[in-house]
């Protein structure tokens, strides 16, 4: 259940793989939800030296390396 979001670093953004093959690039304040713990949790993405999440007013930073499970 959910999309892969990954780093483009072609792109230099985050972007979630579709499943009819396309992608959708990531922008800042762009919203979704991420699966973390056993569910899908609500977010939004931002970009100040690094890209991160916010969830309520928690700040996480991405790590470009990994792959997270994301509904759009």
């Known amino acids: ?3 892969p979001m990954r780093y483009d670093i072609g792109l ?3 972007v979630v793989d579709l499943d009819d093959g396309s ?3 990531l922008h ?3 919203g979704f939800s991420i699966y973390f713990s056993n569910s899908f949790i609500r977010c ?3 970009f ?3 890209w991160y999440i916010c969830i309520g007013n928690v700040k ?3 790590r ?3 792959k997270y499970r994301v509904l759009i």
Do not use: A, V
């Open 44 to 46: 939004r993405i931002e």
């Open 23 to 25: 992608e959708y690039p």
């Open 28 to 30: 800042c304040g762009d």
């Open 60 to 62: 996480f930073n991405l």
């Open 64 to 66: 470009k390396q990994e």
């Open 12 to 14: 230099d953004r985050w």
């Open 48 to 50: 100040g030296r690094e």
């Open 1 to 3: 259940m959910g999309y």
